[in-house]
């Protein structure tokens, strides 16, 4: 059984960092692809940065140069480190995985079969 297990985040200040943790488990998770994806109220689910399985990356413009997706295959986590916060980065973050090794030609969320449920982050100016 796939467990996705986010923690880390909270309410900062604009400026402010954060850094969210995906702790899996119940599957191979070094042969997945693993994301991180966020929703705001009112808004469609956007992704915001991919991994593959050879640690290849890809994010979405509004956060490059700012947020840094990685991961820890003998620890099974997934983490997005997030620096110079701003309001619009306000939103529900979840992390995803999907049974492919190749997965940063896209930032759909539609191919991801595994969910979290989501930790909350929120930027105030």
């Known amino acids: 059984q796939v467990q996705l297990v986010e923690s880390g985040g909270g309410s900062v200040q604009a400026g402010g960092s954060l850094r969210l943790s995906c702790a899996a488990s119940?599957?191979?998770?070094?042969?997945?692809?693993m994301g991180w994806f966020r929703q705001a109220p009112g808004k469609e689910r956007e992704g915001v940065a991919v991994?593959?399985?050879?640690?290849?990356?890809r994010y979405t413009d509004s956060v490059k140069g700012r947020f840094t997706i990685s991961k820890d295959n003998a620890k099974n986590t997934l983490y997005l480190e997030m620096n110079t916060l701003k309001p619009e980065d306000t939103a529900m973050y979840y992390c995803?995985?999907?049974?492919?090794?190749?997965?940063?030609?896209?930032?759909?969320?539609?191919?991801?079969?595994?969910w979290g449920q989501g930790t909350q982050v929120t930027v105030s100016s």
């Open positions: 995803a995985a999907r049974p492919w090794p190749r997965c940063i030609s896209s930032m759909s969320s539609r191919p991801y079969n595994y």
């Open positions: 119940g599957y191979a998770y070094s042969r997945y692809c």
């Open positions: 991994i593959d399985s050879d640690s290849s990356t």
